[in-house]
């Protein structure tokens, strides 16, 4: 099992590697948290909301970056020889499993990294454990949707890189829309607000439903772009 993550892991980075189309998300991940954390006296709960909010557009943008630029036919042998589409699902979901994880590291610590280096006015108050852990929770479940979400819009379901990135961005700005009437179970969009509304140095039920929303659309978008590659052929 693990000798198998591993591979998928490997194949994954050796594909981002040679490609330059991972390099603008990945820009744009940087040059966010320096924007994001570059005003002082920054509240902890609406700072990360908003970063964990750009975590699953981000994610989307860098998984969907990466897999678009995977040639047709190498995507072919590679679905072949894991075995069919149930095997290239659990690739693609190594990808934005290890995505997630990055942006989740990269936005969390960037602000703590900060603070060590002198920067003591990042977060006023300054955050505890707690904040952290609740942080890198909703990091990683608003990164699991957004990379989700780009697998079921990435070839061979949506060939056309224009086509693509459309409609990444309508499902964005549609789970948006609906997550007011939808509360804490309004996906990405919930767990920002949640996360700007809960009292400081607490984990909030309504953060925990929120991300838990997070991972149950995660699994149906994978779920729905694994049935959608078998309709493909």
């Known amino acids: 099992m693990i000798a198998r993550v591993a591979r998928r892991a490997r194949y994954v980075a050796l594909l981002a590697l040679r490609t330059r189309a991972p390099l603008a998300p990945l820009t744009a991940t940087v040059l966010a948290a320096i924007g994001v954390y570059a005003y002082p006296r920054s509240g902890v709960g609406e700072t990360w909301g908003l970063t964990a909010l750009m975590a699953c557009a981000l994610s989307a943008w860098l998984v969907g970056a990466v897999l678009a630029a995977e040639p047709v036919a190498q995507a072919d042998i590679a679905t072949v020889a894991l075995g ?54 909703a990091h990683l479940c608003c990164a699991l949707a957004g990379g989700s979400l780009a697998v079921l819009f990435a070839p061979p379901r949506l060939a056309r890189r224009a086509s693509a990135a459309a409609a990444v961005m309508a499902s964005l700005l549609a789970i948006v829309a609906v997550s007011r009437p939808l509360g804490a179970l309004g996906g990405p969009a919930a767990v920002a607000a949640a996360l700007t509304d809960a009292r400081l140095h607490t984990i909030t039920t309504r953060e925990l439903i929120a991300c838990t929303s997070c991972l149950v659309l995660a699994t149906a978008l994978t779920i729905a772009a694994m049935h959608w590659a078998n309709t493909r052929g």
């Open 84 to 137: 069919g589409r149930h095997g290239r699902t659990g690739l693609d979901a190594t990808l934005v499993v290890l995505v997630a994880a990055g942006q989740a590291a990269w936005l969390v610590s960037y602000p703590l990294v900060a603070r060590r280096l002198g920067y003591t006015d990042v977060f006023v108050p300054p955050p505890r454990a707690v904040d952290v852990f609740v942080a890198v929770l």
